[in-house]
């Protein structure tokens, strides 16, 4: 039962209606900034806790109280997978993204332009040359994500194409012996990218942590962060992709000012990484003791999950929760905040600002071919399934 309320119903309220929030999320959005999902039966029964508010999001987030690790029937299982940094909490956590954090410097991130750039190109040029009407997810999302990801890992262009397919197939598949197959196939892939770095480091990502800190972090951790890294580059840079590119077809009118002319919209992404919200973070927070958040007091065992896309649909209620590229920018949490903040943010910036502006210029007559289907959307994080465009 805590499973549940932990874990399926935060799942049902981060579906999308298109690129808005489900009625109900929005009917708990306008109860207040926390809402109790439910609570154990007894005298002591923990709580689970549903945060909308942008404050009480951001204290959640940042808050030592609370631990990330994973939860299993409610509780606090002890489990982490090694690598997997948002699993960990200090110290643990700050060794490792202490260790990790000199590759993506703006320095590394400036050097990684032009290939990231040349990446976007190739991939337009592809779609230019297959012509429409085309599915955009895996043409223009997961190509562009998965090739600048590998690229950024090492992972050499004549391996990328299966190793796609691996990750793909570990979260799509519907049975879950293939899926585990999947993930099996994929990871023992990350390990033998490990190991080749330990022997011959280059100019990536994990030869970068293997120079400066190879004897701070063990080979099962550097796998467990190359998979980490390769999904979130490879899943939901994709799905952010998608989704802009989706977002484009619905407004062009918007991505016209972005295409001809950008001096008025400086800060573009920052509106678009607000109003899509693709990596919601469903993984409930536990407190380690007694915490006030806003007016209301969680107790040390609850629970609490994060709505980001709650937080960053606070500011613009209503009827004025329009995409706008031209509004004043709004703080948000899209990625994270805290010591979680998302460590791969700069990686996934040089993406956004190279691909999305280049897709308009190169397409700006973009519209959907079927505009009288509705977008299938998977579940949450925000999952576009399809989207046949033509231009």
């Given amino acids: 039962m805590f499973e549940e309320l932990n874990v399926v119903l935060p799942g049902e309220l981060h579906w999308r209606d298109r690129f808005d929030p489900v009625p109900q999320l929005r009917s708990f959005m306008a109860e207040g900034p926390m809402t109790e999902l439910g609570a154990e039966e007894g005298p002591g029964g923990r709580t689970a806790w549903l945060a909308t508010g942008f404050d009480e999001v951001r204290q959640v987030l940042g808050s030592d109280k609370f631990s990330s690790r994973l939860l299993y029937g409610g509780t606090a299982a002890g489990i982490v997978f090694p690598g997997f940094i948002t699993q960990y909490d200090p110290p643990e956590h700050t060794r490792l993204r202490r260790v990790v954090s000199p590759a993506f410097t703006v320095r590394r991130m400036e050097r990684f332009r032009p290939q990231v750039d040349q ?15 085309l599915d955009f997810v895996p043409h223009f999302g997961w190509s562009i994500a998965t090739t600048a990801t ?55 990502m994990l030869s970068v942590v293997v120079r ?6 063990t080979d099962a951790e550097l796998t467990g962060l190359a998979a980490f890294v390769m999904g979130a580059g490879g899943d939901q840079v994709a799905r952010f992709l998608a989704a802009g590119a989706w977002l484009m077809a619905e407004v062009p009118e918007q991505f016209a000012l972005l ?81 979680h903040h998302c460590l ?48």
């Fill in 119 to 133: 990446v976007v190109e190739d991939c337009l040029d592809a779609i230019e040359s297959i012509g429409g009407p």
């Fill in 150 to 204: 590998c690229d950024f890992l090492g992972i050499p262009r004549d391996d990328q194409a299966e190793l796609s397919r691996s990750l793909h197939a570990s979260r799509s598949q519907r049975a879950a012996s293939r899926r585990g197959a999947a993930g099996n196939k994929f990871m023992t892939y990350m390990g033998q990218v490990v190991a080749r770095t330990r022997r011959d480091p280059g100019d990536d």
């Fill in 212 to 217: 400066e800190h190879g004897d701070e972090i």
């Fill in 259 to 339: 295409r001809d002319k950008p001096d008025v919209v400086p800060d573009w992404l920052e509106e678009m990484v607000r109003y899509l919200t693709i990596d919601e973070k469903l993984t409930p927070r536990i407190a380690l003791e007694d915490v006030r958040i806003g007016d209301r007091i969680v107790k040390a065992g609850d629970t609490v999950t994060c709505s980001l896309l709650g937080a960053n649909r606070r500011h613009f209620p209503g009827p004025d929760d329009q995409f706008d590229l031209t509004r004043d920018r709004a703080p948000n949490v899209a990625f994270g905040h805290g010591i």
């Fill in 344 to 391: 791969g943010r700069p990686l996934a910036e040089l993406i956004f600002r190279s691909a999305i502006p280049a897709l308009a210029r190169r397409f700006p007559a973009l519209r959907l071919a079927e505009p009288e289907q509705e977008i299938r959307l998977g579940p949450p994080p925000f999952d576009v399934k399809a989207l046949l465009l033509d231009w």
